[in-house]
C-alpha cells in the first residue's frame, strides 16, 4: 500500500498562507492524492484532491509535483478557524482500503 | 441532507460488557468504513466494506466485529468490551470504484470503558 508522511506539526501566523507538505514516494500512477481535515472535536471532512494537475477550490489550492511524490496543501490566507489536523491519502480504483497516518496539526498564531 | 449518521453519540461501558455502534448512510455509497481515534493520534482503520456483502480487516481489528446490513447501514460490534478500547469511532462512506471520489464522515461515536 502506498503510503505518505507528512510533519507532525506546523505554526503560521494568521492572514499568511500556509503550505503543508506530504511526501507520498510509493505512489502510482493512478493514484489520486487527497487531503482531508479535521477541526477540533469533529469528523474530519474532505478539502481537496488530485491526481497529476494542480487544483484549486474555494477552501485551498493542491500543488502536485511533476513527478508526484510530492504534494503541497496550500491555504492562501489563514484563519483561526483553519486550525486543525490535515490529512494527506491515497485513494486508488480497486482499492478501497483507505488508511490515514497521523496528519499535520496546524496551529494559527494570531 | 443526513450524510452518515453514527449512534449512539456517546456510551460508557464496563469492562466485558458488549455493544454495537451504528452506521447508516442515505448517499447511495458503495463502501463504508469504521475508524477509530484515540486521544492525540491519527485515524485508524479498524473495518471497512469495499460494498454489500463484502468485509475486510483494516489495521486494528482485534476486539471487534462489523455487519453490513444492507447498502446503508454497517454496524460495528464489541462483543467484551476493555479499557483499550476507549476511544472515538467514526464511520465513513464514499462511492468507491474510483480514486477521486471522496469519503464522507459521521460526527464520531465517543466510547468509554471503564
Known amino acids: 500500500d502506498a503510503k505518505t508522511t507528512q510533519p507532525n506539526s506546523m505554526e503560521s501566523n494568521e492572514e499568511e498562507p500556509v503550505h503543508l507538505p506530504c511526501n507520498h514516494s510509493t505512489i502510482s500512477g493512478t493514484d489520486y492524492i487527497h487531503w482531508y481535515r479535521q477541526l477540533p472535536s469533529q469528523g474530519p471532512e474532505y478539502v481537496i484532491h488530485g491526481l497529476t494537475s494542480n487544483v484549486n477550490n474555494r477552501m485551498a489550492s493542491l500543488a502536485i509535483a511533476e513527478d508526484r511524490k510530492s504534494s503541497t496543501l496550500i491555504l492562501h490566507r489563514a484563519t483561526l478557524r483553519d486550525a486543525a489536523v490535515y490529512y494527506c491519502i491515497l485513494s486508488n480504483f480497486g482499492n478501497e482500503k483507505l488508511t490515514f497516518g497521523t496528519g499535520t496539526r496546524l496551529t494559527i498564531i494570531p | 441532507n443526513a450524510g452518515v449518521t453514527q449512534t449512539p453519540k456517546f456510551q460508557v461501558l464496563k469492562t466485558g460488557q458488549s455493544m454495537t455502534l451504528q452506521c447508516a448512510q442515505d448517499?447511495?455509497?458503495?463502501?463504508m468504513y469504521w475508524y477509530r481515534q484515540d486521544p492525540g493520534m491519527g485515524l485508524r482503520l479498524i473495518y471497512y466494506s469495499a460494498s454489500e456483502g463484502t468485509t475486510d480487516k483494516g489495521e486494528v481489528p482485534n476486539g471487534y466485529n462489523v455487519s453490513r446490513l444492507n447498502k446503508r447501514e454497517f454496524s460495528l460490534r464489541l462483543e467484551s468490551a476493555a479499557p483499550s478500547q476507549t476511544s472515538v469511532y467514526f464511520c465513513?462512506?464514499?462511492?468507491?470504484?474510483?480514486?477521486?471520489?471522496?469519503?464522507?464522515f459521521g460526527a464520531g461515536s465517543r466510547l468509554t470503558v471503564l
Open positions: 448517499m447511495n455509497h458503495n463502501s
Open positions: 465513513a462512506s464514499t462511492r468507491g470504484g474510483s480514486g477521486a471520489n471522496v469519503l464522507t
